[in-house]
């Protein structure tokens, strides 16, 4: 019989990528997939550790899983990823529950250590080094639904943030081959997928650590190669990254769509320097004027940190007043959290924690108010929809402006099917970030001549 496996993915959507690489492999050794976990007898947990709420949420899940070991079939509980590489002693010691632990690195070795003559028994495997792709031409599991996947383009990062652990878990930037993430692609629309989210810890860095004229923008081109009807959109996209160049690909392709997601984190110069991330304070605000110069129906997204250690009530209100005037479409807020092993976790001038969260809450809602003045320009115009689920008399989907998983919903009445792009209306809006609409028309095959033809006024 065929061994029953559970997946648990936490924290990003790379670490999703990584849990559907390794359940592909799985599954081409034998491995049965279970929706339940307490219905496995094997359970893997890829855990994420970039704040402390991560970690926390990674401990409480090992700790809810290591209940199936005798309330369930679970014969051997498996805990990787991100919180592993950081602090797998530490773990090893503290939970015996759990029987393998094992690094960011060796994924592929989970077939091997899983079927082996003797289970694990609290072992930590943890090579030298960090972050992993799926070897090229192998298989994932997709996990997301059958229309739309995420591509994973890069591993590791070089930017080295002041408050950011990623480089010591998942290494130095390593950008796939162009000609492997063009033939994923390719697989993957020819299943059907219809949207294609570009990842990496940074994506606008792609090819920077190549030698054979690789970049973002020529991967861009690539990918809009294509036929049919499909979306590309670019997550995560650092900002000193993004250029003309880049701006002037997304404006010239069919399948791309004018959505950047650049977190900024940011704009107060000095904050910004002490982040490590330098010179961006001067260029944030012309960076944006850009983008909408080029793209004027450009969707930014972007994330924000506030209670950063030193920061005043000065630099805050220069925050949300940045915020203000640039009236990005969408932003995230995350208080500011001291990880044990960053550079800025010995800053003087630590913010205490309920001042952070009280700044958090203020820029929020500023940002509410932007967003919702913003939904309401939208009444009226004629957008390109594609369908996320419908029961047979209402449903939701998403236009380009909303990238899934993070951004607002577009509500509808009426039958639809699941995956296709449809004309729609925007009647009303549902605060504070969701969408009323009526579906117009369905769009028949390569009559969408790009992500925004039908978005008017």
Same mark, same amino acid.
């Given at each position: 019989m065929q061994p029953t496996l559970g997946l648990i993915s936490l924290g990003?959507?790379?670490?999703?990528?990584?849990?559907?690489?390794?359940?592909?492999?799985?599954?081409?050794?034998?491995?049965?997939?279970?929706?339940?976990?307490?219905?496995?007898?094997?359970?893997?947990?890829?855990?994420c550790c970039f704040i402390r709420s991560a970690q926390e949420e990674s401990v409480d899940t090992i700790l809810a899983a290591a209940r199936y070991k005798t309330e369930g079939r679970c014969k051997v509980l498996a805990v990787v990823g991100c919180l592993v590489q950081r602090f797998g002693e530490k773990l090893q010691k503290l939970l015996p529950e759990v029987d393998l632990w094992l690094g960011t690195a060796d994924y592929h070795r989970l077939p091997e250590l899983l079927l082996a003559k003797e289970p694990p028994k609290g072992q930590l495997v943890q090579s030298q080094g960090k972050g992993w792709f799926l070897p090229e031409g192998r298989t994932r599991l997709i996990s997301t639904p059958a229309h739309w996947a995420y591509l994973k383009i890069g591993e590791g990062c070089d930017n080295c943030c002041t408050y950011c652990v990623i480089p010591s878990v998942r290494g130095r930037r390593r950008s796939r081959s162009m000609q492997g993430i063009v033939a994923e692609a390719e697989q993957l629309l020819q299943r059907g997928v219809k949207e294609l989210n570009l990842i990496a810890q940074d994506t606008s860095a792609y090819?920077?650590?190549?030698?054979?004229?690789?970049?973002?923008?020529?991967?861009?081109?690539?990918?809009?190669?294509?036929?049919?009807?499909?979306?590309?959109?670019?997550?995560?996209?650092?900002?000193?990254?993004?250029?003309?160049?880049?701006?002037?690909?997304?404006?010239?392709?069919?399948?791309?769509?004018?959505?950047?997601?650049?977190?900024?984190?940011?704009?107060?110069?000095?904050?910004?320097?002490?982040?490590?991330? *330098? =010179?961006?304070?001067?260029?944030?605000?012309?960076?944006? @004027?850009?983008?909408?110069?080029?793209?004027? &129906? /450009?969707? $930014?997204?972007?994330?924000?940190?506030?209670?950063?250690?030193?920061?005043?009530?000065?630099?805050?209100?220069?925050?949300?007043?940045?915020?203000?005037?640039?009236?990005?479409?969408?932003?995230?807020?995350?208080?500011?959290?001291?990880?044990?092993?960053?550079?800025?976790?010995?800053? *003087? =001038?630590?913010?205490?924690?309920?001042?952070?969260?009280? @700044?958090?809450?203020?820029?929020?809602?500023? &940002? /509410?108010? $932007?967003?919702?003045?913003?939904?309401?320009e939208l009444v009226g115009a004629v957008v390109t929809v594609l369908v996320e689920e419908n029961d047979g008399s209402a449903g939701w989907g998403r236009s380009y402006r909303e990238a899934p998983e993070v951004d607002g919903k577009i509500y509808f009445i009426g039958p639809a099917k699941v995956g296709e792009f449809y004309k729609a209306r925007i009647v009303g809006i549902l605060p504070p970030y969701d969408l009323k609409a009526e579906l117009i028309s369905a769009i028949s095959e390569r009559s969408l001549q790009s992500p925004v033809e039908w978005f008017t006024r």
């Open positions: 990003c959507a790379k670490n999703r990528v990584d849990t559907e690489g390794f359940a592909g492999l799985l599954q081409e050794v034998g491995f049965s997939l279970v929706a339940d976990p307490a219905q496995a007898e094997y359970i893997i947990i890829n855990t090819g920077l650590d190549r030698s054979d004229g690789a970049s973002l923008a020529r991967l861009l081109r690539e990918l809009d190669g294509f036929a049919g009807e499909y979306w590309l959109r670019i997550l995560y996209a650092y900002p000193s990254h993004v250029d003309r160049q880049l701006l002037e690909t997304i404006a010239a392709s069919k399948h791309v769509t004018p959505y950047i997601d650049l977190p900024m984190q940011h704009a107060h110069p000095r904050i910004l320097d002490a982040m490590g991330r *330098k =010179g961006m304070g001067e260029r944030l605000p012309e960076l944006v @004027r850009e983008i909408r110069e080029v793209l004027p &129906q /450009a969707v $930014i997204r972007s994330t924000f940190i506030t209670g950063f250690p030193g920061e005043t009530e000065e630099e805050f209100q220069a925050l949300l007043d940045f915020v203000q005037d640039a009236q990005l479409d969408w932003v995230g807020v995350f208080p500011y959290s001291r990880e044990e092993g960053t550079p800025a976790a010995s800053f *003087k =001038g630590q913010v205490h924690p309920a001042t952070r969260k009280r @700044r958090a809450r203020q820029l929020m809602e500023v &940002q /509410a108010g $932007i967003t919702a003045a913003k939904q309401q």
